[in-house]
């Protein structure tokens, strides 16, 4: 068997614009997620990044069902998931659970601790007798470095960086081969932020998980992927091992992207030859012709209006880059 | 136009030579109904004209409470100033009465908002809004005003201005509504300019256009600018001085290059270590154990003990450690600041 745990094929998710009220017509689809594949191998960390807007998110809760594909497969374990329906897919899907982005609405205040991390087990009864779940729950809590006894606690009483383990304590509790982290640490301060990330990475190390690591902040993807895609408008432009992305870039956003973060490194001031793109991301409802990226890419010529750039491995650049002149370039060691 | 900045060049105490802002053991505290809150307990700093001081700290560290005081924004109740001045060229601002203050603010003082979508007006255009300043503290008329209006838009770049000076703030991109922001504070030509974390809720390629704008329109005017941040990368990349704030106190103050290759408070190296870095990838990041404190129970001593490593008795007692002078022009709050500064 293979190690790949985790593999999307074309997939596309459209939302509707529609006009009407009663009648309801069409008028176009916002693109959130235009045909990404990509795979995820046992043990593996694969980081997301991209602008706000770009799907990440959509791509995330694709991931995890809860959101329906428009088109394309999600193969978890070698099953597809958007074929798979009631019983087969509710089992199918304790094999990949989420971590969410704001510990401070993801969790229902008027749960208790206990009852929230608990709560899979209502939903998945045959995983853990009943009689064993109160201890299940206090297990998970001590594994994610709270303490046991607070399971009557209310998720108020906790900080934010204590809530966000809460959530890393919930999405554990089916053993889950899968996390989808969908921006786990972007509310917290930076040194909550590290406290997280380590758990994770200790987390990942003890059980053998495999993370989709999802986030805008460059240098915490780096610390935490092995391999990293950087997504546009709805599609991968760029992917690769985390030294290919972020030492030598070939796609232009890639550049502009890591140009763009500041160093925290004040001798490098002024030194770093920094990309600012011009003006904001277009539409996913409208996007550009041929490549997205053209419109604020100083590499465009009329190729890139008239033809899409596939995302593989060219002349010039050795990893996957979805650019007709991709071409690696030397980037000033990010932190 | 000029008239009426003469007005305030015409307060008594106004003295041309003293420093730009300067900041003196101010206090602010939120009585509230689950005790006192002391969000800010002696912050102390000086700002020079064309200089760029950050304030970096966690959330809850009195950053930007310590703006509001500035500012004069301070909700009162529950905040009080219970002590300190605020010196605007040798003017203490939180003696002036509500109607001076007015024409500090914009005038003198300017301020920059973290959400620019809940800190403009919704319901009205950002023409009307730009031009409310020129109306009312300019006297200029309706068209006077538009005309200015279109001008500073285009001044913060935002492209097609004479069109877009009649949108409303909900049809402006995040980075553009952040540029309508820095027109209106930049206005009336403000000595002082305050950012409170002007970028923390844009994308990075956004946030390198808006931090290149600000530092172009601080060199065309000389300004001094305040910059609230728990982003050190971006301080490193703007920053002449840095004022690190932990639980309302400046613990450290020093200018930019010193800090960041050798601080001297642990809070300030426990920081720099906890940020992801390329050179520590596959190791665990460095973690500042426990929480930062409540506001209202600060510990005794030095409000970072119970997190610190270096910490003593000495440091659990009163008084908290005085700002040690490290250098001339650099202080740090911390009895053992030699063997933080030494320590590799």
Same mark, same amino acid.
């Given at each position: ?7 999307t094929k074309g997939l596309v998710k459209h939302f509707p ?12 689809a916002v693109r959130a997620v235009d045909g990404v594949d990509l ?16 799907g990440?998110?959509t791509l995330?809760?694709l991931?995890?069902?809860?959101e329906k594909p428009t088109s394309g497969e999600i ?7 958007v ?150 408008l709805g599609k991968i ?47 996913p409802?409208?996007p ?48 | ?45 000086? &700002? ?6 950050? #304030?970096?700290? @966690? ?5 930007? /409470? %310590?703006? *509001? +005081? ?115 504070? &930049? ?6 300019? #305050?950012?409170? @974390? ?5 994308? /990075? %390629?956004? *946030? +390198? ?136």
């Amino acid at each position: 068997m293979s190690d790949v745990v985790l593999e999307t094929k074309g997939l596309v998710k459209h939302f509707p614009i529609t006009r009407g009220i009663v009648f309801q017509s069409k008028v176009g689809a916002v693109r959130a997620v235009d045909g990404v594949d990509l795979q995820l191998n046992r043990g593996e960390t694969l980081g997301v990044v991209g602008e706000s807007g770009c799907g990440k998110s959509t791509l995330a809760k694709l991931l995890v069902g809860l959101e329906k594909p428009t088109s394309g497969e999600i193969n978890v374990r070698g099953e597809d998931m958007v074929r798979l329906k009631g019983r087969d897919l509710r089992r199918a899907r304790r094999h990949i659970q989420m971590v969410l982005q704001d510990p401070y609405t993801s969790l229902n205040p008027r749960m208790t601790v206990g009852d929230i991390v608990g709560e899979p087990f209502e939903i998945h009864p045959d995983v853990t007798p009943r009689s064993g779940r109160t201890k299940a729950v206090q297990d998970l809590l001590d594994i994610v470095g709270l303490n046991p006894d607070h399971v009557n606690r209310y998720p108020h009483q906790f900080s934010g960086g204590q809530r966000q383990r809460i959530g890393i304590a919930r999405a554990l509790a089916l053993k889950p081969e899968i996390i989808v982290c969908d921006e786990p640490v972007s509310a917290l301060d930076v040194s909550i932020q590290a406290q997280v990330i380590n758990l994770l990475e200790g987390l990942q190390d003890e059980l053998g998980l495999s993370y989709i690591f999802i986030a805008h902040d460059l240098s915490v993807v780096r610390h935490i992927s092995d391999r990293v895609a950087v997504m546009y408008l709805g599609k991968i432009v760029e992917a690769g091992g985390d030294v290919a992305i972020y030492e030598q870039p070939t796609h232009p956003y890639t550049q502009a992207l890591l140009s763009a973060v500041p160093v925290p490194d004040p001798r490098l001031r002024g030194q770093r030859d920094q990309i600012v793109l011009e003006g904001d991301v277009p539409s996913p409802a409208n996007p550009p012709s041929g490549c997205r990226f053209r419109t604020r890419c100083w590499k465009a010529q009329d190729i890139c209006a008239q033809e899409e750039p596939k995302l593989e491995i060219r002349d010039r650049s050795g990893h996957p880059s979805a650019c007709h002149f991709a071409e690696a370039r030397e980037m000033f060691a990010s932190g | 136009m000029t008239d009426i900045k003469a007005e305030i060049d015409a307060l008594p105490g106004l003295d041309p030579q003293a420093p730009l802002l300067d900041v003196n053991d101010l206090h602010v505290e939120f009585r509230t109904r689950d005790g006192v809150a002391r969000a800010v307990n002696g912050a102390n700093f000086t &700002l020079k004209p064309g200089e760029t001081l950050c #304030i970096l700290g @966690e959330s809850g560290c009195g950053k930007s /409470v %310590t703006a *509001q +005081a500035i500012m004069g924004i301070l909700d009162t109740p529950p905040g009080f100033i219970t002590e300190g001045q605020v010196r605007y060229r040798g003017i203490d601002l939180l003696k002036l009465p509500e109607a001076e203050r007015r024409k500090v603010r914009a005038n003198h003082i300017a301020m920059i908002f973290q959400d620019a979508l809940s800190a403009l007006n919704p319901v009205y255009s950002v023409g009307f809004q730009l031009g409310e300043l020129f109306r009312k503290h300019r006297g200029m008329s309706r068209g006077d005003a538009k005309k200015r209006s279109i001008e500073l838009l285009d001044q913060v770049r935002i492209p097609a201005a004479r069109s877009r000076v009649t949108d409303y703030p909900h049809q402006f991109s995040g980075g553009m509504r952040q540029r309508v922001m820095i027109a209106m504070a &930049l206005a009336l030509d403000p000595e002082v300019l #305050i950012a409170d @974390e002007p970028t923390t809720a844009l994308d /990075v %390629t956004v *946030q +390198a256009q808006i931090m290149n704008l600000l530092a172009d329109l601080q060199n065309e005017r000389n300004m001094g600018l305040i910059l609230i941040t728990h982003d050190m990368g971006v301080v490193a990349d703007v920053a002449d001085r840095i004022s690190v704030m932990y639980a309302g106190k400046v613990v450290e103050e020093a200018p930019v290059y010193d800090i960041y290759a050798r601080p001297a408070h642990p809070y300030t190296r426990a920081l720099l270590e906890s940020i992801p870095r390329l050179d520590h990838k596959g190791r665990q990041l460095n973690v500042i154990r426990g929480l930062p404190p409540a506001l209202t129970a600060i510990p005794d001593g030095c409000a970072f003990h119970p997190r610190c490593s270096y910490a003593k008795d000495d440091c659990r007692q009163d008084p908290p450690p005085p700002p040690y002078a490290v250098q001339p022009n650099r202080t740090a709050r911390c009895h053992f600041w030699r063997e933080v500064v030494g320590d590799e």
